[in-house]
C-alpha cells in the first residue's frame, strides 16, 4: 500500500533495545515459531504478553525470560478455538490496565489440520482450522485495536504460509484459512492507513523446524530446517519502529 515495496525486513539487525518501551502480544507464544519470537522481542527490551494455551508452555517462556536482562513477560492463558465473548474482552481490559496501550499483536497461533483433497475434507475439521486460524485472529485484533489506537506507532503482524499466497493440492483448510488472512490484513491496512499510525501486514516464516513442520511434513529431515530462533529478525522489523508506515505488505521471513 505505502512503502512496502522497498521494504526488506529480512535485511534488519535488531539493535539490543530496538523494542524498548513497547508492549508487544504474540499467540502461540509457548512453542515453535511464537515461543521464538517472543524471546527475541523481550531481549529487546519489549514487554511481551504471551497468548497460548497450554499453560506449562507459556510458563517456561515467561520463566527464561525473567532469567534473562531483558523486557518483562506477562501471561495470558486463551483457547483460540474455546475462548467467547467474556475472555476476549477480559484481555483487552488486562492489557490496557497494566500497559495503558498496545504497540505491537502478532497473530502466530494456528492449527493444521489435515493434508486431504477438498473432495475428503473432514467439514467439522474445516471449521475449526477456519475458527483457529482466522475468526479468532478477526475477534483479538477487534477487541485490541482501542489498546493498539492508543499507541503512537502500533503494529499489527498475521502470519501467513506459502500455501496462502499461492494455493496447493491437499492443503485444504490450512492454505484456504492463510488466504483468508491475507485478505483480512489488506482489508484492515486499507482501513486504518488514512486514519491511524497502525500499521497490518502479513509475514510467511517460511520452512521452519517446529512440531507443526513435522506434522506436516512426517518424512522430511527436520535437521535441514532452520530453527525458528533464526528467523527472528524479520519478525522484530515488522513488530518495531523501523517499519513505521509500512503497511499493507505480505512479506517472507527466508530467502528461498
Ligand atoms: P507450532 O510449533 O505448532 O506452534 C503453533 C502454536 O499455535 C502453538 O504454540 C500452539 O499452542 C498454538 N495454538 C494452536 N491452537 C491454538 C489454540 N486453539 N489456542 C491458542 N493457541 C493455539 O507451529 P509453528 O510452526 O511455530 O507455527 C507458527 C505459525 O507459523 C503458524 O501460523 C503457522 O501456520 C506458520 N507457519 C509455519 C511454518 C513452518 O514451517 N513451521 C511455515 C509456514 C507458516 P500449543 O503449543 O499449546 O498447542
Redesign the pocket.
Known amino acids: 500500500m505505502n512503502d512496502s515495496i522497498d521494504f526488506d525486513p529480512r535485511n534488519y539487525q535488531p539493535t539490543a533495545a530496538a523494542l524498548e518501551g513497547r508492549t508487544i502480544l504474540i499467540?502461540?507464544?509457548?512453542?515453535?515459531?511464537?515461543?521464538a519470537v517472543a524471546l527475541a522481542c523481550a531481549a529487546a527490551r519489549a514487554n511481551v504478553v504471551l497468548?497460548?494455551?497450554?499453560l506449562r508452555?507459556l510458563e517456561a517462556v515467561h520463566a527464561e525470560i525473567s532469567a534473562r536482562d531483558s523486557g518483562t513477560a506477562t501471561i495470558a492463558q486463551?483457547?483460540?478455538?474455546r475462548a467467547i465473548a467474556k475472555d476476549y474482552d477480559t484481555l483487552a481490559a488486562a492489557v490496557l490496565a497494566r500497559f495503558g496501550r498496545l504497540d505491537g499483536l502478532l497473530h502466530?497461533?494456528?492449527?493444521?489440520g489435515n493434508l486431504s483433497a477438498i473432495a475428503d475434507y473432514d467439514v467439522p475439521l474445516f471449521t475449526r482450522v477456519m475458527h483457529?486460524n482466522v475468526t479468532a485472529a478477526f475477534a483479538l485484533t477487534q477487541v485490541l485495536l482501542p489498546a493498539l489506537k492508543k499507541s503512537p506507532d502500533a503494529r499489527v503482524l498475521f502470519?501467513?504460509?506459502?500455501v496462502g499466497r499461492r494455493g496447493r493440492a491437499y492443503w485444504g483448510a490450512?492454505a484456504v484459512s492463510?488466504f483468508a488472512i491475507e485478505g483480512l490484513s489488506q482489508t484492515l491496512a486499507h482501513e486504518l492507513g488514512g486514519s491511524t499510525k497502525i500499521t497490518v501486514n502479513t509475514i510467511?516464516?517460511?520452512?521452519?523446524r517446529?512440531?507443526?513442520?513435522r506434522q506436516a511434513y512426517p518424512a522430511e529431515d527436520l535437521e535441514k530446517?532452520p530453527l525458528?530462533e533464526s528467523i527472528t529478525a524479520p519478525y522484530l522489523a515488522l513488530l518495531g519502529p523501523v517499519s513505521r508506515g509500512v503497511t499493507g505488505g505480505a512479506f517472507d521471513a527466508q530467502r528461498t
Do not use: C, F, H, Q
Open positions: 499467540t502461540g507464544a509457548g512453542s515453535g515459531i511464537g515461543r497468548v497460548g494455551r497450554t508452555k486463551l483457547d483460540l478455538e502466530n497461533a494456528a492449527l493444521l483457529v502470519t501467513s504460509s506459502s490450512y492463510k510467511n516464516p517460511g520452512a521452519t517446529t512440531a507443526m513442520r530446517l525458528p
